[in-house]
């Protein structure tokens, strides 16, 4: 039978104003506004300059200027503060109490925020969801903090239970934060295993969240909006783990937030020393921005090969002016010098001379007296990997040179150099061959005719 159009349109007229009123839905309200703090309605403008008492709805968007800080307490009574120059959207905010039914949802654009939930529901997953740029966090009765840039997202935990993964399901590796501890989330990476925080690391961060700074050193970070680019610069240097993770080596770089300075924290506790495995190919390839980079390896000798006591330890230096061997000190071999855009270069270590650390690094031959140069940083496009087993081959580029590649193996490590510096030589990484540690030196320097043969 067919229904009258009046009706039709009647049901549709409803359907709408139902569609709305959801989206409308009033979740909280403005618990305290300090400076400049604006609401846009809906997530559209005009923006509303925000009052003790507004109320939020489902899809408001709050902004808080330089000046500004507001906090938020929903219908459960969890408490958002949000700290100066930052952008948070309410996406989805339902609680109904009768059925211990919640699903929070809440996007974090820009800024810093600290979250409290009190109510705790036995859910199999999170029921109050935050989200970042890069980053997934799962609520389950906590305390945090979320700061957010473009390319980083960092959560320290104060208390409770917060679990965090990338913001891409396909992305694998989540953590679970509790008591004072902290991960940091990079684009398209999985989040670094916990870290510890200290008492002071959490009330240095508490002072952020107010336009009022604390007192800090001289030369350190005097805002938010300092504190977000140095978050967006930096970058942790990572190792691999067996599960999916990926875990800061031991002398890291993270922020410190007492002091806003960067300090190497407490090493990852070990579960033992574990040798590196052998044959260990040291490879690195470039783009068409560079043309002849040259690849040095320099390591302890083994006790064949060995001075008297009195003259100190003895090292060796592989690389294209001296090629060594993998049957004899000291068990490394340099494989091809790669002149062409689009290079590479290889060394396999056969054997590991214990007692000393190796050091890697990379030589701009083209610029060796241009200590100038940006290159390296800049424009080779120059990435190093380091790889358990594989096959070494020495294939045609450009049809005007070659270069040595490493096929299958399992890739441990890879480093790229900092961006922005000048210099002609890279000091990636330091080896470890005793305890497996890789540890990113990640430094460019240089002057007239370095040839890198002291790994600074």
């Not at 810093?112 to 199999?124: N, P, W």
């Not at 684009?187 to 604390?214: A, F, S, V």
């Not at 294939?395 to 040179?401: K, L, S, Y």
């Amino acid at each position: 039978m067919k229904r009258p159009h009046w009706i039709v349109a009647l049901l549709l007229f409803s359907l709408a104003v139902a569609s709305q009123a959801f989206a409308a839905q009033e979740v909280g309200g403005i618990a305290e506004v300090v400076g400049g703090v604006d609401i846009l309605k809906g997530g559209k403008l005009p923006a509303e300059p925000a009052k003790v008492g507004d109320k939020i709805h489902q899809g408001d968007v709050i902004r808080t200027k330089s000046t500004g800080k507001t906090q938020i307490q929903f219908s459960d009574e969890s408490i958002l503060t949000i700290a100066p120059d930052s952008r948070v959207v309410i996406n989805e905010f339902i609680y109904q109490p009768e059925t211990g039914q919640r699903q929070a949802s809440i996007k974090i654009f820009y800024g810093l925020m600290h979250t409290l939930v009190t109510k705790i529901f036995k859910k199999e997953k999170p029921d109050f969801i935050v989200e970042t740029q890069t980053a997934v966090i799962g609520v389950r009765g906590t305390d945090y903090f979320t700061l957010a840039a473009p390319v980083t997202s960092d959560i320290y935990n104060n208390s409770g239970a917060t679990e965090v993964n990338n913001i891409f399901p396909e992305i694998p590796g989540k953590v679970s934060l509790k008591g004072k501890e902290y991960t940091q989330v990079g684009l398209n990476r999985p989040p670094t295993l916990p870290l510890p925080l200290t008492q002071d690391d959490i009330n240095w961060i508490k002072g952020q969240m107010t336009p009022k700074m604390l007192a800090k050193p001289s030369g350190a970070v005097s805002n938010q909006e300092q504190l977000l680019s140095k978050v967006a610069e930096s970058s942790l240097e990572t190792q691999k783990a067996g599960n999916g993770m990926v875990r800061p080596v031991e002398q890291n770089i993270i922020q410190n937030l007492q002091s806003a300075v960067f300090v190497p924290p407490q090493p990852v506790p070990q579960p033992g020393p574990a040798p590196l495995p052998t044959p260990y190919n040291i490879y690195i390839f470039w783009g068409s921005g560079a043309q002849d980079l040259d690849l040095y390896l320099t390591g302890p000798l083994g006790p064949n090969g060995a001075p008297p006591p009195a003259s100190g330890n003895s090292t060796f230096q592989v690389y294209y002016g001296n090629s060594g061997s993998l049957t004899s000190q000291p068990f490394a071999y340099y494989h091809y010098d790669s002149m062409v855009p689009n290079g590479g270069e290889v060394i396999t270590i056969g054997k590991w001379n214990q007692g000393d650390n190796y050091v890697v690094s990379v030589n701009d031959w083209t610029n060796r007296n241009n200590p100038q140069s940006t290159v390296l940083s800049n424009s080779s496009g120059v990435q190093m990997r380091l790889i358990q087993g594989g096959t070494v081959s020495i294939v045609p580029v450009n049809g005007a040179g070659s270069a040595a590649r490493v096929e299958g193996g399992t890739v441990l490590h890879t480093v790229s150099p900092p961006g922005g510096k000048e210099g002609n030589t890279w000091t990636a990484v330091s080896i470890n061959p005793s305890t497996g540690v890789v540890t990113p030196i990640n430094r460019i320097n240089g002057g007239a005719n370095n040839t890198g043969n002291n790994g600074s």
